[in-house]
């Protein structure tokens, strides 16, 4: 059974810093996803992995890719307020090669962002 | 252009009721996916869709739940005999396609809250 794990879990961070947020996952995937809620809010998508060394980035945020490791990073670059929300990786291993679209989600990382 | 719509936004039930939650996807997506997402947690997966079909509906918990998507684009997930432990947010997606070769992005709308009384 694929396991998805996200450390830390809760992040307090205050504007200007960085910090990196992980995911690791516990079966091979080349497929893995990052996105953003908000409070009472949907899940907003923010990155693609889609192979091993893949790297994203979009404003403050990067993700990466290690398949080898089974290891997927969220850099925060001077993290700033609007930032805070609750972001989630997630991992999709197929359904026995034939077919794909069945995510599983890490536990999320809830990052505050302080002044 | 819209997104993904979900209705009703929220649904309060009695125990031992049957509901029925509906998804709208984006036009013209063939995949659509339902999740189920406990407070605190990420969301689980439930059953996706291909088309008309259901191509994995391994996330379903037991045969209370059901799902349909009668014309390949309009879902509705439906929930027999409803338990208190059913309550959670229930999150519908749709993407492009889906299968062996797709890489799409899932985008999910914006869920109906489920209560269980």
């Known amino acids: 059974e694929l396991k998805v794990e996200q450390n830390p879990l809760f992040l307090s961070m205050q504007e200007g810093k960085n910090y990196t947020i992980y995911c690791n996952y516990s079966?091979?995937?080349?497929?893995l996803y990052w996105y953003r809620q908000d409070p009472g809010k949907s899940l907003e998508s923010l990155f693609v992995?889609?192979?091993?060394?893949a790297v994203k980035q979009e404003g403050r945020l990067m993700a990466s890719l290690d398949t080898k490791a089974r290891l997927s990073t969220l850099h925060i670059t001077a993290a700033v307020h609007d930032l805070s929300a609750t972001y989630f990786c997630?991992?999709?291993?197929?359904?026995?090669?034939?077919?794909?679209?069945?995510?599983?989600f890490g536990q999320g990382t809830i990052l505050t962002v302080h002044p | 252009g819209a997104g993904v719509s979900q209705t009703p936004s929220n649904k309060v039930t009695e125990k031992g009721k049957y509901v029925e939650l509906r998804c709208d996807p984006i036009?013209?997506?063939?995949?659509l996916y339902w999740y189920r997402q406990s407070l605190g947690q990420g969301p689980e997966f439930l059953i996706y869709?291909?088309?008309?079909?259901?191509?994995?509906d391994s996330g379903l918990p037991n045969d209370r739940f059901f799902a349909v998507r009668p014309e390949g684009s309009v879902s509705t997930l439906k929930i027999q005999r409803t338990e208190r432990g059913d309550s959670a947010v229930y999150l519908c997606?749709?993407?492009?396609?889906?299968?062996?070769?797709?890489?799409?992005?899932?985008?999910f709308g914006p869920g109906t809250r489920l209560t269980v009384l």
């Open positions: 997606a749709s993407s492009l396609t889906a299968g062996y070769s797709s890489t799409d992005t899932q985008y």
């Open positions: 079966t091979t995937s080349d497929r």
């Open positions: 992995l889609l192979s091993n060394g």
């Open positions: 997630a991992v999709d291993i197929g359904a026995g090669g034939t077919s794909y679209g069945k995510l599983t």
């Open positions: 036009s013209g997506h063939t995949a």
């Open positions: 869709f291909q088309g008309t079909g259901a191509a994995d």
